[in-house]
């Protein structure tokens, strides 16, 4: 039998820290990263373009392929990736919120969910993965060796990705994130279809006061007592 790449999933709502750990675990290793908020965030972007109404599942659901070449590439210097769609960079166009929106409504759909699943786990390769997002260890990969789930309080969430979206030239107000996060927490708690839960064998970490050096030590140090690794 062939023995699958390892994976380490990190999970938990947005504004925890996962894009940067995950960024910054990814190049430590040299694994390959999977936003998968970004296929999502794709799939509401590719629905915009074909006027496709981001209610009609089936559809959308239709658009999840995984011969679409989706990148994330490292930016020398910055502490996030960027995304590319068919070499294109579209990463500032699916970071605005209203992709984020339709985004999170799709999230709903079990249609759009099935889709995007075998596309999510195309990307396990060697030598390994880091899957960021909100059921890579309950759903799309449950048997992963290391499963991380991050927490941080609704403030210090928005704080942190209004401060992410002013370093990428997106204009926001700061009530109208906060409030817009809370909604998208809930949808993505409430929903009935891999809602956002931690996976028994996670280890939930909260990153409310914690910086990311002191996030990422810990995690470099759950990784090595639980891999070999080469260094
Ligand atoms: O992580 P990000 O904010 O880019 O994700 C956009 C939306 O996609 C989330 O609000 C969430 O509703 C949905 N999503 C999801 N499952 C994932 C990743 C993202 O439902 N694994």
Do not use: H
């Not at 290793?29 to 599942?57: K, P, T």
């Not at 999230?107 to 969910?113: A, L, T």
């Not at 107000?173 to 279809?193: G, H, P, V, Y």
């Not at 006061?209 to 140090?221: L, P, T, Y």
């Amino acid at each position: 039998m062939q023995v699958k790449p390892p994976v380490i999933t990190v999970d938990g709502p947005s504004g925890t820290g996962k894009g940067t750990l995950c960024s910054q675990v990814s190049r430590w290793l040299q694994w390959n990263l999977l936003d998968s908020g970004a296929l999502y965030r794709i799939l509401a972007l590719l629905a915009q373009r074909e006027n496709i109404d981001v209610s009609n599942a089936v559809e959308v659901a239709g658009l999840a392929r995984t011969e679409l070449d989706v990148q994330f590439i490292a930016v020398a210097g910055e502490p996030s990736i960027k995304v590319t769609l068919d070499g294109a960079d579209i990463d500032a166009q699916i970071r605005k919120e209203d992709c984020g929106n339709a985004a999170s409504q799709l999230g709903g759909y079990v249609e759009v969910r099935e889709a995007i699943l075998g596309w999510q786990r195309s990307f396990q390769r060697p030598p390994g993965l880091v899957a960021d997002g909100r059921d890579m260890g309950t759903v799309v990969f449950p048997a992963a060796e290391l499963k991380i789930f991050l927490t941080a309080s609704p403030e210090e969430r928005a704080k942190r990705r209004y401060k992410q979206l002013n370093v990428k030239g997106i204009d926001v107000s700061f009530q109208n994130l906060l409030t817009e996060m809370a909604e998208r927490d809930n949808r993505d708690k409430q929903r009935n279809i891999s809602p956002l839960r931690p996976a028994e064998d996670a280890i939930v970490i909260d990153t409310s006061a914690s910086g990311i050096e002191n996030v990422f030590a810990q995690v470099s140090a759950l990784i090595k007592q639980r891999f070999e690794l080469p260094v």
